[in-house]
């Protein structure tokens, strides 16, 4: 058995798509996520939490036939809007990684928001506090950046925070034995893949869902269709590949140019 994990960003009514502020690449519309939401619903799935994907590699526990993770990444304030609201409507739960320094700034969720989360049974898990690499830290920033957001999450929330997921992607050995020294019992990163009981929990595997969006292609891989994989990983590693040869400007610059204003 093998489980996908999905990674959303933002995610935008349809009448305010022009006008949102967030990253138009990762941004997709509530009506294209509620797509994708009734599509995996009538194929029978249920969402599992990053703590049951957990019990199962470890033996304690069994999954649904058919189980997908939802997972959603910084903290955006339309995941309490918009995002909530469709899960419980599909009776789907997904878990929220939150970089504790944007709670409550402009666009994000407060506190309040998101002991609401809490109290509607979706799981909360740590994004850094600064929401900057985590690979470009010293060994004391680092530790910082762990234990004091899983500590503020876990105190303000009222709920173990045992997940992490790692801030614009960025990981690497140290990091994710300083993640398994905080307490984390997992670590979700931007690499495209399924994930197995054996796969390393300190570098389970995501698909982030980005523009163009098609909800028939992401439940392909949902499903494990393994040549949808295959063009996904393709089109991560165009992605590197332009950001190392254009530079950050230029990539930025092509980026707007290929994905449109909806
Ligand atoms: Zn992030």
Excluded: C
């Excluded at 941004?27 to 029978?44: H, T």
């Excluded at 903290?75 to 809007?81: K, T």
């Excluded at 506190?111 to 809490?118: F, P, S, T, Y």
């Excluded at 992605?239 to 950050?248: A, E, Q, T, W, Y």
């Amino acid at each position: 058995m093998r489980i996908v994990a999905l990674t959303f960003h933002d995610v935008v009514a349809d009448e305010s798509a022009a006008t949102s502020h967030s990253d138009e690449f990762y941004r997709i519309k509530a009506s294209e996520l509620e797509k994708l939401l009734s599509q995996l619903r009538k194929l029978g799935y249920q969402t599992i939490s990053s703590r049951e994907f957990r019990a199962w590699q470890q033996g304690t526990t069994t999954l649904p036939e058919r189980a997908v993770v939802l997972t959603f990444d910084d903290g955006y304030a339309s995941h309490f809007e918009l995002v909530a609201p469709l899960l419980v409507r599909y009776r789907f739960a997904g878990t929220f990684f939150i970089a504790v320094d944007l709670v409550g700034q402009p666009g994000h969720m407060s506190w309040e928001q998101l002991r609401k989360l809490v109290f509607l049974g979706m799981e909360i898990g740590s994004h850094g506090m600064t929401h900057e690499p985590l690979t470009g830290f010293t060994r004391e920033q680092l530790t910082h950046e762990l234990t004091q957001s899983k500590q503020l999450l876990e105190e303000r929330l009222g709920v173990p925070v045992r997940a992490i997921a790692a801030p614009r992607g960025f990981w690497n050995h140290a990091v994710a034995e300083a993640v398994r020294e905080a307490g984390y019992e997992a670590a979700w990163i931007s690499t495209i893949g399924t994930n197995g009981q054996e796969t390393q929990p300190l570098a389970l595997r995501r698909v982030v869902v980005r523009q163009p969006f098609s909800a028939e292609r992401l439940v392909t891989m949902v499903e494990g269709w393994e040549p949808s994989f295959w063009w996904a990983a393709n089109q991560q590693l165009l992605i590197r590949f332009l950001k190392r040869v254009l530079g950050v400007y230029w990539y930025e610059q092509l980026k707007r140019r290929l994905v449109p204003n909806a």
